[in-house]
């Protein structure tokens, strides 16, 4: 496994008043190197404490267009 795949990006989800969800990156998650846990490293804190992490992709973007694609939300938390 790469050292890229064992890399998260950490986002916090901001909600909007056009319901869309946005998600802003604020950081970057890896594993321990025992495999018990993780490293976060974040350089904001999320205003409502809603964090999402998303397996590394070198382009920042191409996180928001995945999850425009799997259409993933946090509906379930509202």
């Not at 064992?6 to 916090?12: I, L, S």
């Not at 802003?24 to 025992?34: E, Q, V």
């Not at 993780?38 to 267009?65: C, H, M, S, W």
Request: no cysteine.
């Amino acid at each position: 496994m790469t050292a890229e795949a064992n890399r998260y990006r950490v986002f916090t989800v901001v909600d909007r008043q056009d319901d869309s969800p946005f998600w802003l990156n604020i950081g970057m998650a890896y594993p321990h190197k025992d495999g018990k846990g993780f490293n976060v490293r974040l350089q904001a804190l999320p205003l409502k404490g809603r964090l999402a992490l998303r397996i590394f992709e070198e382009d920042p973007n191409a996180a928001e267009t995945e999850r425009k694609r799997d259409n993933l939300s946090f509906d379930d938390e509202k």
